[in-house]
């Protein structure tokens, strides 16, 4: 199913038009769920290997995100609307995302992207697209001076209305890049 | 001074007067001597059982009574973040409150620091499993897993002591399901239509919730403190329990001012008016004054205080006391031929009006059993007035007139106007009878009559309850009114049952029954769980040797971790927390808020529940949860509070019949006649049937008050019924004297009544609701009885001139 969605998207005439914000995020608003694999790697200052952790992440629209890590340790941070479930070692705490605007501005970008709400997007960051189609960059500098504190930019990458990794730079120089496979039931990723 | 019998000379007259004035210095004196209070303690039950007990100290002293909630409107998100931070800082400065809170962490450094240097006493994940190999192989991971994202900020700089994670064991156990927005690094409401966005504030004041001086001292402070940043075009909103006990105070002084002078005022005016005479209006005000006085008095040496409220119904009370005078005034009058004078008064009214004043103390005397204080005041204060004014009236009034007042004023015409009336009215017998009827048939039909509830006694303005919503909703919406209440003969069991406890609701939250819940054991746990923690912290060498094995391979080299080592070593010759230690620590507030310590040593733990977001508590599988456990409640606030109101509400109807029926029997004692008695009581039932049909048609959310009105409409009213019962007993018996001193009594009965309805009415505009509750019904209620008494005045057989 998805594959045929995605297939049909990608012969739509909008590719034929030239490649822009406004493309992308309309592109990305037909994709209502989804699910991925993903790896993550950081790179921590005072830790001298990198750090890794894999998982499965799910997303189904407007607002239910899943990240679910398997390796090292099992954890799960679920979003949903507004609020985020965590839980690790068997422990569930629940909390509302704009007690932290820091993580809700995160989020927000990933929910963005992912519905293709670019109101939403602009509300944190600057935005700036580069590529086409086939492969686009979505660099995002946070627009508030609390956020830009903490964060110096989020750089998403794509193909098509995949998104295929996510890189966060932290400003004290530590960032993780998180790379995503995305899974389907017609095509199981091996 | 006036025209008096040689039978009567100075000496006789004067030892009445020196005993009242004595008295009533003796009163004065207890009245000065005696506190004056606004607070809300008149709506709390007197002789409380456990669970009212625990209600009446979260209202007394507990954290909320002490709490100001404060908005910061105007300008933008950042001039607001800015204001609050400064507001805050101020009041930090002023060192007049516990705890202030506007969101920034900056205020929590201290706190902060405090939680490092103990987690190995508080974490929950101390255990001797966790500092095997490999439970910190897995502590460290969670840790590591952190890390690279703007919460491994947070943790980066504790590491190297902390790698086991306890303090994010401890942060995340502190996750309050739902608090305020944070705009700007301050709280901030959640934009909502129609309302201004905000910056919010929270603010534990010192002193505690009855001491409403100190909070009125500490309010006047936020708003000096805000002073410049109002310059800056920015308001300061303040609400809160305090804010309303001050407000309530000063509402509730001003108004008993009013009352009183434009009661006395009202009364005077009626008075000129009957008597024309300033003689008369002097002499009249004696048995009034002597009546609050007394009222007062007694109610300082039966409570130790005199609620304002109180005050405020003296006002009633003057319109009640003020009777006595008329009629003494009026009916002990000498006629043409030298009749009348006190003693004829003594022989022929008098013992009408004690008939009166026995049965007014009949119903009111019902309220001084009510478990509310505050209707207990009332009873004990009207009881105590009404007999005051009665006896200066019986004793001192003779001494000083003794041929009543000369003066005729307007009671002539009244008089007339009484005796048409008189005339007329019984020809509306039957359709007063049907419209009594309808009231019945109406009221039988309406089951849910007694609306009202507890807040119906407050005397807080419904917009400052709405604002109070909007600032609670945005502040502490995680309050859901209900806790979880620990007790325990001492400190340190109530800390272990309230662990116990906080394991069952830990497995709730798990469950998704509920968001979470604070309790103090996560401050201080007991010593018990102290030394549990303390004891399964490993040696400084087999901790080592743990700590190779599990960061073999890893990414954090055990090398790094010496500090860790320190702080455990440390951790394990660490004093024990206790609550009495740690007075004064940065976490004081915190265990005040939430342990209350009592004199005696015994102790209770509160344990506030917070619902998830959107759901209201699961009040059975909570209770399901604790069964079992000893000393383990669970309150709801407003369903107590609810519970306590229906149970006044029980006791007061109860109380109303007791006294309805007191009266009857009196009347019952003194007619000895089943067919006078039925004339008496007719027009009162009819009274009350009409009221509150009345009341009803209105729409009016009837409660207790509404039901003393009612009482003290059959108290009032029971004596216009007698005064008619005794005119016609009167006509039958004295045929040469009976217009004059009938056409008089009318009048004195007629100026008794608009007395009473005027000083009723006064308190049906009072914005104290427990006194306009009590003047809506008792003035029509009063004019009612009059006029029904008047319908169903029997005719005697050789009749009245009607």
Not at chain 2, 606 to 613: M, S, T
Not at chain 2, 633 to 662: C, F, K, P, S, V
Request: hydrophobic content about 50%.
């Amino acid at each position: 199913m998805l594959v045929m969605c995605v297939a049909l998207a990608s012969s739509d005439p909008v590719r034929a038009q030239t490649f822009d914000l406004a493309t992308l995020m309309q592109r990305m608003a037909q994709r209502k769920s989804g699910q991925a694999r993903f790896t993550e790697e950081r790179i921590v200052s005072g830790i001298d290997s990198p750090l890794t952790a894999s998982g499965v992440l799910s997303y189904a629209a407007p607002d239910r995100f899943t990240r679910q890590t398997l390796q090292p340790t099992q954890e799960t941070m679920a979003v949903q609307g507004r609020t985020l479930l965590l839980k690790r070692s068997g422990r569930t705490r629940q909390m509302d995302m704009d007690t932290v605007p820091e993580l809700a501005a995160l989020l927000d970008a990933l929910r963005a992207t992912l519905t293709g709400d670019s109101a939403l997007l602009h509300r944190h960051f600057t935005v700036s697209l580069s590529g086409n189609d086939a492969q686009w960059t979505l660099r995002l500098l946070p627009a508030d001076e609390r956020l830009a504190r903490q964060v110096q930019q989020i750089e998403l990458v794509g193909q098509g209305a995949d998104l295929r990794s996510i890189e966060l730079r932290l400003t004290g120089g530590d960032r993780s890049l998180m790379l995503i496979e995305p899974l389907s039931p017609l095509a199981p990723a091996s | 001074m006036m025209n008096e019998p040689a039978t009567r000379r100075w000496p006789q007259r004067a030892w009445p007067l020196a005993l009242w004035a004595a008295l009533l210095l003796l009163a004065l004196l207890q009245i000065v001597r005696t506190p004056f209070t606004a607070d809300l303690s008149a709506f709390l039950p007197a002789s409380p059982d456990a669970r009212q007990r625990l209600l009446i100290e979260q209202i007394h002293s507990g954290l909320p009574s002490r709490t100001l909630l404060m908005g910061i409107s105007g300008g933008d998100g950042a001039a607001r973040a800015d204001a609050s931070r400064a507001l805050a800082r101020a009041l930090r400065d002023s060192g007049r409150f516990e705890q202030v809170n506007n969101g920034d962490a900056a205020g929590w450094a201290g706190f902060g620091q405090w939680l490092v240097d103990h987690r190995y006493a508080l974490s929950p994940a101390v255990n001797a499993e966790h500092f095997s190999a490999d439970g910190l192989r897995q502590a460290i991971a969670e840790s590591l897993s952190l890390l690279g994202t703007p919460a491994g900020n947070a943790i980066k700089p504790l590491l190297d002591r902390d790698p086991s994670g306890e303090m994010q064991r401890i942060a995340e156990s502190m996750i309050p399901a739902q608090s305020p927005r944070s705009v700007d690094g301050v709280w901030a409401s959640r934009p909502k239509e129609g309302q201004p966005e905000r910056a919010l504030l929270m603010a534990t004041i010192r002193a505690i919730g009855a001491d409403i001086d100190a909070q009125a001292a500490a309010i006047a402070g936020v708003r000096q403190a805000f002073a410049p940043l109002a310059a800056r075009g920015l308001t300061l909103q303040i609400s809160g329990a305090p804010v309303f006990s001050v407000d309530s105070r000063s509402r509730i002084e001003s108004e008993v001012r009013w009352l009183a002078i434009v009661g006395g005022l009202m009364m005077a005016t009626l008075l000129l008016l009957a008597f024309a005479s300033v003689a008369a209006l002097a002499v009249a005000a004696l048995p009034v004054v002597t009546g609050v006085v007394t009222g007062i008095a007694a109610v300082a040496l039966g409570f130790g205080s005199v609620h304002g409220m109180t005050l405020g119904f003296g006002s009633a009370l003057i319109g009640e006391s003020v009777d006595y005078a008329i009629y003494y005034l009026i009916q002990a009058r000498r006629d043409e031929q030298g009749r009348g004078g006190w003693r004829h008064w003594l022989l022929e009214s008098w013992p009408t009006v004690r008939l009166g004043l026995l049965t007014s103390v009949c119903g009111f005397g019902a309220l001084v059993f009510s478990g509310f204080p505050g209707l207990a005041q009332l009873g004990v204060f009207s009881v105590a007035g009404l007999i005051g004014a009665a006896l200066a009236t019986r004793f001192v009034l003779p001494a000083l007139m003794p041929d009543g007042a000369r003066g005729r004023g307007l009671r002539a015409p009244l008089g007339r106007l009484a005796r048409a009336a008189l005339r007329g009215l019984p020809r509306l017998r039957l359709p007063v009878l049907l419209l009594g009827l309808v009231a019945a048939v109406l009221l039988w039909q309406r089951g849910d009559l007694w609306r009202a509830d507890l807040a119906s006694l407050s005397p807080v303005p419904r917009a400052a309850i709405a604002l109070d919503e909007a600032l609670r909703a945005d502040l502490t919406s995680s309050d859901s009114g209900t806790l979880v209440v620990v007790q325990g003969a001492d400190v340190q069991t109530t800390l272990q049952r309230a662990e116990a406890a906080a394991e069952r609701l830990e497995a709730l939250i798990e469950q998704g029954r509920i968001g979470g819940f604070d309790s103090v054991t996560r401050f201080v746990p007991s010593l018990a769980t102290q030394e549990r923690r303390r004891a399964s912290l490993p040696d400084t060498v087999t901790l080592k040797a743990a700590l190779q094995q599990a960061t073999a391979g890893g990414p954090l080299p055990a090398e790094r971790l010496a500090p860790f080592l320190a702080d455990v070593a440390q951790a394990r010759q660490a004093a024990p927390l206790t609550p009495a230690d740690l007075q004064g620590s940065a976490v004081a507030p915190l265990i005040d808020a939430l342990l209350l310590r009592r004199a005696d040593g015994s102790a209770s733990a509160l344990l506030p529940l917070q619902p998830l977001p959107g759901k209201d508590i699961d009040s059975a599988a909570v209770q399901q949860a604790l069964q079992g456990l000893p000393e383990v409640q669970l309150l709801g606030i407003g369903q107590e509070l609810g519970a306590l109101y229906q149970r006044y509400l029980g006791q007061a109807q109860q109380q109303a019949l007791l006294g309805a029926a007191g009266v009857v029997l009196l009347m019952a004692l003194w007619l000895r006649s089943g067919r006078r008695l039925l004339a008496v009581c007719q027009p009162l039932v009819l009274a009350v049937l009409l009221s509150l049909g009345a009341l009803a048609a209105l729409g009016l959310q009837l409660g207790i008050l509404h039901l003393v009105g009612l009482l003290l409409v059959v108290a009032v009213g029971s004596n216009y019924a007698l005064f008619f019962d005794m005119l016609r007993e009167a006509g039958l018996g004295d045929e040469g004297r009976r217009d004059d001193s009938s056409d008089d009594t009318l009048a004195s009965l007629l100026l008794a009544n608009l007395t009473t309805v005027a000083s009723f009415g006064l308190l049906a505009f009072s914005s104290i609701p427990v006194l306009s509750a009590i003047g809506v019904v008792v003035a029509p209620g009063a004019l009612l009885a009059l006029v029904l008494a008047a319908t169903f005045a029997p005719r005697a057989k050789t009749a009245l001139p009607l």
